[in-house]
C-alpha cells in the first residue's frame, strides 16, 4: 500500500474527470529505479530487478490493454500489455465491457434468435415490449417491472433459454474477449488499483489468464432479478445516459475487488 500526492489528488479529481490511473501508472514504470512501487509490479510480473537494464512505458487505447510496458533484459526487450481498472473501496462494480448486440452478434457469431432477445433485454427500438405487443408478441404488460425492456426472467421461456444455452456453450471465448481481447493490443496483465478509505492504495496485479479464472468461477445463471451471470460477471442493461440510445447497450461487469487475496 502507498501513500502519496497522487493519491490524495484521486479523490477531489476523479470526481472532475481529471486524474488519470493510466497516466500514473505510466509514469511510475517510467521513473522504475526510483519507484519502489513499479518495482513490485515488476516482482510480481517474475522479473528480477537486478536484471532489467531499462523500462519504458506508454499509454495505448483500442484494446483491452492500456498501458504497454517495455523491459530490457540482456539486450532483448519484453512487453508487457496491462489493462488497468481503479475502484473505491466501498464501490462495488466496474464496467468492463459495453457495446451494441450488433457488435457482439459479429463478434460472437450469435444465431437471430439470441440476438433478438437479448434487444429485447435492452430495449432497443423495435424490441420494446409495446413495439412486440404490434408485431403479435404476446406479452403480459402488467407483470413487466420496466415497459422500455423485458428482462429474462419476463420473456418467453425458450427465448431466455436459448441466451442461457449460447452463453453456457460459449463461456471460455467470451471471457477471454470481455477480459484478455484480441490482437496485438489484447491484455497480459489485470491490474487492480484501489483507493482505500484510510487515503491508502491497494494494488492487484495478476496474469490474464487467472484473471479469467477468478472472474469466470460459477456457472452461467439467469438472477432473481432477471440479469444474466457468467461466473462472476453480471450482464445488463447499460441504462442510465440521461436517457440517450448508449443506455440500450449490453453491459458486463465485474467487481475489481475479486481479484485481491
Not at 51 to 58: D, E, F, S
Not at 232 to 237: A, C, D, G
Amino acid at each position: 500500500m502507498v501513500k502519496s500526492k497522487s493519491l490524495e489528488e484521486w479523490g477531489s479529481r476523479t470526481a472532475k474527470g481529471g486524474f488519470s490511473i493510466e497516466r500514473f501508472v505510466e509514469g511510475k514504470f517510467k521513473d522504475w529505479k526510483n519507484q519502489s512501487l513499479a518495482k513490485d509490479w515488476l516482482k510480481k510480473m517474475g522479473y528480477s530487478i537486478e536484471n532489467i537494464k531499462n523500462v519504458h512505458a506508454k499509454r495505448v487505447s483500442g484494446g483491452k490493454a492500456d498501458v504497454n510496458v517495455y523491459v530490457e533484459i540482456d539486450e532483448k526487450v519484453k512487453v508487457e500489455r496491462i489493462s488497468i481498472k481503479k475502484i473505491d473501496e466501498d464501490a462495488n462494480y466496474n464496467q468492463l465491457d459495453k457495446r451494441w448486440i450488433n457488435h457482439y452478434q459479429k463478434l460472437w457469431d450469435m444465431p437471430r434468435n439470441i440476438v433478438e432477445g437479448l434487444k429485447m433485454f435492452t430495449g432497443e427500438v423495435g424490441f420494446r415490449p409495446s413495439e412486440l405487443i404490434k408485431k403479435g408478441k404476446e406479452i403480459n404488460t402488467r407483470r413487466l417491472r420496466n415497459g422500455r425492456r423485458l428482462y429474462l426472467t419476463e420473456m418467453e421461456p425458450e427465448i431466455s433459454r436459448a441466451i442461457l444455452i449460447f452463453f453456457r456453450t460459449n463461456k471460455d471465448r467470451i471471457l477471454e474477449d470481455l477480459i484478455k481481447g484480441r490482437g496485438d493490443q489484447s491484455a497480459d496483465w489485470l491490474m487492480v488499483a484501489m483507493l482505500k478509505n484510510d487515503g491508502t492504495m491497494a494494488w492487484a496485479v495478476k496474469r490474464i489468464d487467472e484473471a479469467i479464472r477468478i472472474f469466470g468461477e460459477g456457472g452461467v445463471e439467469i438472477s432473481n432479478k432477471g440479469n444474466l451471470h457468467i461466473g462472476r460477471i453480471i450482464v445488463q442493461r447499460k441504462g442510465g445516459n440521461a436517457g440517450r440510445d448508449t443506455a440500450q447497450m449490453l453491459q458486463f461487469k465485474i467487481n475489481p475487488k475479486d481479484l485481491f487475496d
